[in-house]
């Protein structure tokens, strides 16, 4: 299929744009807030709070999302994206918003440490006290213990991984779902044959996404690292249920598909689904674009059978 209007204008607005990694941090921090705007007007919910919660190392900033209904509800733990550099909370709020509305559970997004000043395993740990605390206090915000799942976009994705596979390695808190959105699960060179075809000339870039999993690791060591990189975990039995998005013109294709087989094959119920005409970040434009409003109620139906 050919690349949708929407993208291929953004390509073409894009020809002299430097690479990411040849940008100052502070530029592609504000870059990618400046795109929030784009993402359409966000939707009206029943409540929305900002808080605190105990981190490794002070607190966790964190924002609640309530449906209406005040019966204990599920929970969805969401990371968001921006290659473990950039990104923020206020970038995910669309899409907290409909999950929100739509499966009728109580959204929590997480604002973990970015690299490079905070390299692996600091957002990865952010992540799992969220999921701890979440589990622990979900009786007072009106949450289910037994009904937790985790959500993540890009970087959060891989985040979201990791987090299944040390939650289930430390014993708990137990999961009932893992959506994984275009997650980067491996070092990208040489990558995957997406990665060797789709690598340049469509938005992300192979060179961009090494570079951003160079800010994110400590050394060499962590390419080996399961938490760091899920794709290298010798077993992936006993994860939780798995929706894996990926998007037809993006270089990560190919790996989060054979993650998703990688899990059937260990036991995992995961779905693998890939939507056409797109680029890597189609998730977040559900206002704007059929393949991403179709992503969403696709991750709406997966959670609303995993809370069954």
Not at 63 to 73: D, G, K, M, V
Not at 252 to 260: F, I, Q, T
Request: a negative charge.
């Amino acid at each position: 299929m050919s690349i949708h209007p929407i993208f291929k204008q953004m390509l073409e607005n894009s020809v002299n744009v430097p690479p990411t990694r040849d940008l100052p941090l502070e530029v592609i921090r504000q870059a990618n807030v400046a795109m929030i705007p784009m993402l359409g007007q966000p939707e009206e919910i029943y409540k929305v709070e900002d808080r605190e919660i105990p981190g490794p190392a002070g607190t966790i900033p964190v924002r609640l999302y309530w449906p209406e209904n005040s019966t204990p509800r599920p929970v969805v733990l969401c990371f968001h994206g921006g290659g473990m550099v950039a990104g923020t909370i206020e970038v995910f709020d669309n899409i907290c918003r409909a999950l929100t509305n739509r499966a009728d559970c109580i959204c929590i997004s997480v604002e973990y440490r970015l690299a490079p000043e905070n390299k692996f395993p600091v957002p990865l740990e952010d992540c799992y006290a969220a999921l701890v605390w979440a589990t622990r206090h979900a009786a007072e915000f009106g949450g289910d213990p037994a009904r937790i799942a985790i959500l993540g976009e890009s970087a959060g994705a891989n985040l979201a991984a990791g987090l299944a596979l040390l939650a289930r390695d430390r014993g708990g808190p137990a999961l009932a779902f893992q959506g994984l959105v275009y997650p980067p699960l491996e070092y990208p060179i040489p990558g995957s044959p997406s990665m060797q075809e789709l690598g340049k000339d469509y938005g992300l870039t192979q060179l961009d996404i090494q570079w951003c999993a160079e800010q994110y690791m400590q050394s060499e060591a962590d390419r080996q690292n399961p938490y760091c990189l899920p794709a290298t975990a010798s077993d992936l039995g006993g994860l939780p249920p798995a929706l894996v998005i990926t998007a037809e013109f993006d270089p990560l294709r190919d790996e989060g598909e054979a993650y998703a087989a990688r899990l059937r094959e260990a036991g995992v119920t995961a779905t693998a689904r890939r939507y056409p005409g797109v680029l890597h970040g189609f998730y977040l434009l559900t206002t704007l674009i059929e393949p991403s409003k179709q992503s969403l109620d696709d991750t709406v139906t997966a959670l609303r059978a995993a809370f069954e």
